[in-house]
């Protein structure tokens, strides 16, 4: 078992969730709120990476995060840092791909919820932040959990953004799906298995918990 | 000093009509003013401009010395700025709060102490001691009805919107729960209350 692989897949999987939670709990609720006809676009551009070949997004990733890049350049004259190839790499390749599992399980809670509660906080005198921690959030967190499941789970399976721009390179971008790719090229079938084994069973326990959030939220 | 409320204004709602609202009530002492009118007239309208809600695309509207819309001075104060109390249809209780704590829900600037003492007052006067620690989602439609009246008038505001308040629920209990509200509304005395009514409700009403 390669616990560097499995170690680096955690924190890739925790950092995209938080990341993707924070930023995008703010830019989803804009989203279920605003009536700016523009939305759509923003929309489609969240839900891209749901049907892009993640090899598309790889390129344009390497692109754009190349010592060329703009992106890339930035970060270089900044922090000194080349992107590709690193682990602060594939955490913005990451997120980017992960986007939509959490921004769209997100507007969706947003959106069903009774928009009355939120002017009815209004008229009680309390501010639109207060209202959105006293009232918003209590009552959509079922679905921002099941976001964050989601985002998590994919994460740990995200496979061709990672090799395109990570590569695979062991302790740095070698994650968990991608080891499993190497040990079938190295024809290691017994690791290869117990890899797939335990992704396999760490998928199964995911999708039971927001199945399981699923049906708390409406039971409520 | 100025007493009357007045609301001079249009909404123009896309793909549908403009309405033009034409409104002044003095409110001194304590007055109940019901407005009556078909559906689609412009009662809803005028409540939720009232409370600031909907902002209207043209004209004022001015509560005793305040202006709370001007359109051309750009003035438009939020529903927080207003002190208003605002009753829904559908009263729009808080589902993950107890009664208590939807009673609670606009006090969080008194002290506990006057917290406690305006929330145990409402829970008296509209008898709902006994159901202070359900939710929402436990209560029958009357009681809904209460809770949600005392969580607007537990902040004592200047001005009461409630908007349609008596057409929810079955015909037969409507006297009944326009009882409630109307010794609630002489024993709390806020100054001013507007209410829009169906035509249909003033049937059921005494």
Redesign the interface.
């Given at each position: 078992m390669e616990w560097g692989a499995i170690w680096l897949t955690i924190r890739l999987a925790t950092a995209t969730t938080l990341i993707l939670g924070i930023a995008g709990i703010p830019l989803a609720y804009w989203l279920a709120m605003t009536r700016w006809r523009g939305r759509f676009f923003l929309e489609t551009l969240v839900a891209l990476p749901l049907v892009l070949p993640p090899t598309v997004l790889g390129y344009y990733l390497l692109v754009l995060l190349g010592p060329r890049g703009f992106v890339g350049g930035i970060s270089e004259a900044i922090f000194g840092a080349r992107l590709p190839f690193s682990f602060a790499g594939i955490l913005i390749g990451s997120i980017l791909f992960n986007l939509p599992f959490a921004i769209r399980p997100f507007v969706a809670a947003f959106r069903a919820m009774d928009r009355r509660l939120v002017e009815a906080s209004w008229c009680l005198g309390e501010t639109q932040i207060a209202t959105f921690f006293r009232v918003t959030l209590p009552i959509c967190w079922p679905g921002i959990l099941a976001g964050l499941v989601l985002t998590f789970a994919h994460s740990v399976g995200e496979f061709g953004v990672v090799l395109m721009i990570g590569g695979n390179r062991p302790l740095v971008t070698r994650t968990l799906s991608i080891s499993i790719y190497d040990q079938v090229q190295e024809m290691r079938m017994e690791a290869a298995g117990q890899t797939a084994l335990v992704l396999l069973i760490f998928s199964f326990l995911v999708l039971s918990l927001t199945q399981w959030i699923g049906r708390r939220e409406v039971g409520v | 000093m100025n007493s009357d409320i007045s609301a001079h204004f249009e909404k123009d709602f896309q793909g549908g009509p403009t309405i033009a609202v034409d409104f002044t009530q003095s409110t001194q002492g304590f007055s109940v003013t019901a407005l009556i009118g078909p559906s689609g007239c412009g009662k809803t309208t005028l409540l939720r401009s009232l409370?600031?809600?909907t902002h209207p695309d043209r004209g004022e509207i001015t509560f005793r010395d305040q202006i709370w819309f001007d359109c051309e001075q750009r003035i438009n104060l939020?529903?927080?700025q207003r002190d208003?109390?605002?009753l829904?249809q559908?009263y729009?209780l808080?589902?993950?709060l107890s009664v208590r704590e939807n009673l609670g829900?606009?006090l969080?600037?008194h002290s506990a102490a006057e917290r406690q003492r305006r929330v145990s007052e409402i829970l008296t006067l509209f008898d709902l001691q006994r159901l202070e620690r359900r939710f929402p989602a436990e209560l029958s439609g009357g009681q809904q009805q209460r809770v949600a009246l005392g969580?607007?008038l537990a902040?004592r505001p200047q001005l009461l919107l409630l908007d349609e308040p008596l057409s929810a629920g079955p015909q037969w209990r409507r006297p009944v729960c326009w009882e409630d509200v109307r010794s609630a509304l002489l024993r709390c005395d806020p100054s001013s209350f507007v209410m829009p009514w169906h035509r249909a409700c003033m049937a059921g009403s005494p």
């Open positions: - | 409370a600031g809600l939020s529903p927080q208003i109390g605002f829904f559908d729009a808080f589902p993950h829900y606009g969080r600037k969580r607007v902040r």
